[in-house]
């Protein structure tokens, strides 16, 4: 069965950093780009970054831009999100996500073009 996992959330204090990892299992990433969005509470899920197959493209979202770092390990099957500087309005459920149609793929912030989610990993921020 196709799935993601995230982990590596935790609870941080302003100021802080957190590296994220979504692992993949019953299929490889290698054909997917990959996004990473965020769901705070009562909120709707928002994109916050992506990386493209090969990984020399990512794109961020203006409020994680010079924090945040997209990167994956495509032999090790797994994507990663670290977070720098990290704010308490960084507080949320993170999510992985995959994306590919019809043997293509590419970087999008619409989340309704992913093929494949995570079931998310908690990030809060607070002193």
């Known amino acids: 069965q196709a799935q993601l996992v995230e982990s590596g959330g935790d609870l941080v204090q302003p100021g802080g950093s957190l590296r994220l990892s979504c692992a993949a299992s019953?299929?490889?990433?290698?054909?997917?780009?990959i996004g990473w969005f965020l769901q705070a509470r009562g909120k709707e899920r928002e994109w916050v970054s992506c990386?493209?197959?090969?990984?020399?493209?990512?794109f961020y979202a203006d409020s994680v831009k010079g924090r945040f770092t997209i990167s994956r390990d495509n032999a090790k099957n797994a994507v990663y999100l670290q977070m720098n500087s990290l704010k308490p309005e960084d507080t949320a459920v993170y999510y992985c996500?995959?994306?590919?149609?019809?043997?293509?793929?590419?970087?999008?912030?619409?989340?309704?073009?992913?093929?494949?989610w995570g079931q998310g990993t908690q990030v809060t921020v607070s002193s």
């Open positions: 996500a995959a994306q590919s149609r019809d043997g293509r793929s590419w970087c999008t912030s619409n989340q309704y073009e992913y093929n494949y």
């Open positions: 019953g299929f490889t990433l290698d054909y997917f780009a």
């Open positions: 990386i493209s197959v090969a990984g020399d493209i990512t």
